[in-house]
């Protein structure tokens, strides 16, 4: 795997394999999904993904690392986990945490949100003075860490699927995500694959905003990392929940083909394929 993929991986999860939620009802919902990233026809990546969602409350987490092969060409791991409240029906975070492993060097940022102060960041490592400064200037008192972000993306899909820009904030880094709806398709059944049956597709763009090194920014607004989603339209069965729940993506990594799998994904103990809503 390339050091481009190292860059990636981190947006890869928060982008893809965190686009799930829905107007969040008195009960609560559980979501399990697992995704495998393959190259080459090799899984290399596992993604584990939960969260528990209520009418007032939310808690997230995500966690990945190399499987098979993958460990023969990187060592990167991310934890993440979030947590927050539902407040007229949106989320709006309270906390977030970050860890995150490559070559024997650790990272942990640890952010909080209070009333209409800009979100605060404790990082086990340090910034540049300029750095910080570009990316106060684009902060606002609400900007979502990326687990919450995709909350917000999934309550604006329920009529008009992939439309729109998405910001989050890592804790050291602020990006967009960009969406664009390209149809309706058909997914066939794969013994690799938990979902098969109708989905939305859609492009989404990863697009740097602040505390990028020029180096690195520049490159990724020359060559914007691109990807394809599938999305599965699921009634969740505790809440009747509308959710949008990625089930396979496609992109690049250098000049290799990477694809996300979701290889076990259940809502509530239930299969999503049992629950799918296009077509029906």
């Not at 906390?95 to 990082?123: G, N």
């Not at 902060?139 to 899909?157: E, G, I």
């Not at 969740?236 to 290799?256: E, M």
Request: a positive charge; one cysteine or more.
């Amino acid at each position: 795997m390339s050091k481009r993929c190292h860059r990636t991986v981190p947006a890869i999860a928060a982008a893809l394999a965190l686009m799930s939620g829905g107007a969040l009802a008195q009960d609560a919902d559980t979501l399990n999904l697992s995704y495998g990233i393959y190259v080459s026809g090799s899984r290399v990546y596992k993604i584990n993904y939960t969260a528990s969602l209520s009418s007032d409350h939310y808690q997230t987490s995500v966690s990945m690392g190399p499987k098979g092969l993958g460990k023969l060409f990187s060592d990167y791991k991310l934890q993440m986990t979030s947590k927050g409240v539902v407040a007229d029906g949106l989320p709006q975070p309270t906390s977030f945490a970050s860890d995150s492993e490559k070559d024997d060097e650790k990272k942990r940022i640890e952010m909080t949100w209070s009333s209409d102060d800009l979100p605060k960041a404790d990082r086990s490592f340090g910034m540049s003075p300029e750095r910080a400064a570009d990316v106060e200037a684009v902060l606002k008192p609400q900007t979502p860490d990326p687990l919450t972000a995709v909350l917000h993306h999934a309550l604006r899909s329920d009529q008009k699927p992939c439309t729109g820009t998405l910001r989050a904030y890592n804790g050291a880094e602020v990006y967009e995500l960009a969406f664009k709806y390209l149809g309706q398709e058909e997914i066939a059944a794969n013994r690799e694959a938990a979902y098969s049956g109708p989905t939305f597709k859609c492009e989404v763009v990863f697009v740097p905003v602040a505390g990028y090194a020029k180096k690195k920014k520049k490159k990724l607004l020359v060559q914007r990392p691109t990807y394809t989603v599938w999305f599965a339209a699921i009634l969740s069965p505790t809440t009747s929940t509308k959710l949008l729940v990625p089930v396979r993506a496609i992109g690049n990594t250098g000049k290799r083909k990477f694809e996300i799998v979701a290889f076990e994904a259940k809502i509530s103990g239930k299969p999503l394929a049992a629950l799918s809503q296009l077509g029906n």
